[in-house]
């Protein structure tokens, strides 16, 4: 069986089981909050159990590496609509340790998306912001950091939003402070 005809399966078990009344939330986020987080597999119905956070509570924006760079890309065109639609008030980015995008480089990338039969002339458009933006991963806690100041100074974004930074374990589920702004 494929992948879609196994979702498909899946999807319609889900569905015979679900009590529509029951599961009617706003889409506005209960706790006012949008959280920026890695794609890593291991977070996936692991993150939110363990920052408590539950169906209709927040915006998830997921991203390799929780990079959020200082200009005008999806990341932050997703924290306009969750804070001038949605009415957000919080923003944590939370990273995990032991992230791939540790281990991972443009020059790899490149050569990996050659192998794959990318044209060299489409790689030479986006090589050098490729590399701008896997080189500004330099460990889970610094890009962190550095992810919660570029939303700070972002000038998109207002002052009265409190952007926050932390960091899970991806075996345990332990969370880590690193910026708190209630402070």
């Keep these: 069986m494929n992948i879609i005809d196994n979702i498909l399966q899946i999807n319609n078990e889900f569905t015979s089981k679900i009590k529509i009344n029951s599961l009617k939330k706003s889409k506005y986020p209960q706790k006012k909050l949008a959280i920026i987080s890695c794609m890593d597999t291991r977070l996936i119905d692991f993150l939110e159990p363990a920052l408590g956070i539950h169906r209709g509570d927040a915006k998830i924006i997921k991203t390799a590496g929780n990079i959020v760079t200082n200009d005008f890309n999806d990341i932050i065109r997703s924290l306009l609509i969750c804070i001038y ?99």
């Design 85 to 183: 639609q949605f009415n957000i008030k919080d923003i944590i980015v939370i990273g995990h340790y032991d992230c791939g995008m540790h281990t991972t480089s443009a020059e790899s990338l490149v050569d990996k998306m050659l192998h794959s039969g990318i044209n060299v002339n489409e790689l030479k458009k986006i090589k050098k912001d490729l590399k701008s933006w896997i080189s500004s991963f330099s460990n889970p806690k610094d890009n962190i950091i550095q992810s919660v100041n570029n939303i700070i100074n972002n000038p998109l974004i207002p002052q009265n939003i409190l952007v926050h930074g932390m960091i899970i374990d991806p075996i345990t589920g332990k969370v880590d402070i690193l910026i708190n702004n209630y402070n």
